[in-house]
DNA sequence: GGGATATACTTGCTTCGGCAAGTAACTTAA
DNA sequence: TTAAGTTACTTGCCGAAGCAAGTATATCCC
């Protein structure tokens, strides 16, 4: 039983009353939302958020090629994490893993025109998706702070 | 591959810079955020965020008590899901199944001294995680809007 | 009252993800 | 130049969650 020390002080200052109706919704929002998102990409897409994601990054990236650990870190996964969803894409032909010449030990995972093509065609389902699910809930919010907000985040 | 027919035209309608600009910022937040809370959870507490969750929602339920989909529904998840939380929480001796007096189909989950005392040792650790990873990169938002926005997106 | 249906939960099976250990290839330093 | 260390990726193992099927109880309708 090897628990963190006492948190400092500050750490129990009280929320007020505006971050509590934030925190309360919270759960839903992370972690019942990306099911969702993901559900409703497996059922018309069969490809999960994380594949979408994988194609996505890869139809921007010069030569349509990434470094497996270039690759894990645009989303956001661990490298095994990585390492199978590669497998799982190149299983239907939608990556190609390509020897890096420079380095042995690396690959390139490079989009294949089919990967390419199946991108296009999901990327509606999942703009919808993200779109019902969230977009749509936001009109009140001043979208460009959001997006600082949210980018501010992710770091 | 039975694939869901023709978007409604609108569904392609294109983001705006600022939709763009938020969506851009999605992954992070709704995929590897709650990942690095549950991390944090995990290794600080040894709970998971949905274990947290039970506690918190039995505690504040009438009788520290509630029956099997309430419970599912209240932290948002399968009821198989929260048959298994509520096996992993019994066996920690933080909850308790009581069967159901008007319905001998259906079980509380009821929340013993140990379960509370638990989700008070926890919770500063769970505020940390959400402070840390989320609340504390918001200053520039309305909060009172955001609270809104998100209770809307959770339903 | 008793069969048909519905409800509340549990279990079996599968998938996904992380960590830690393993392998291969590169780099560094003696 | 070769042994030690580091890096890039993969594999083995595990836990968590969902769906679909199973079980037990309740309700409905004749």
Request: glycine share 2%; hydrophobic share 40%; with cysteine.
């Amino acid at each position: 039983m090897t628990r963190k020390p006492t948190l400092p002080p500050d750490a129990l200052r009280p929320l007020t009353a505006d971050e509590d109706a934030v925190v309360r919704a919270l759960p839903s929002v992370l972690y019942a939302l990306p099911r969702a998102i993901d559900a409703q990409m497996q059922r018309e897409q069969q490809l999960s958020n994380t594949e979408y994601l994988s194609l996505m990054y890869l139809s921007e990236a010069p030569d349509r090629q990434l470094r497996m650990h270039e690759l894990a870190s645009a989303i956001e996964m661990s490298l095994s994490g990585t390492t199978r969803i590669v497998n799982r894409l190149e299983s239907e032909g939608f990556i190609k893993r390509l020897r890096c010449e420079r380095d042995g030990r690396s690959w390139h995972a490079s989009l294949t025109d089919a990967g390419l093509a199946r991108l296009e065609e999901a990327w509606p389902t999942n703009l919808d998706a993200i779109r019902r699910h969230f977009l749509d809930h936001l009109k009140e919010l001043d979208l460009k702070k959001l997006a600082a907000a949210l980018r501010n985040v992710a770091t």
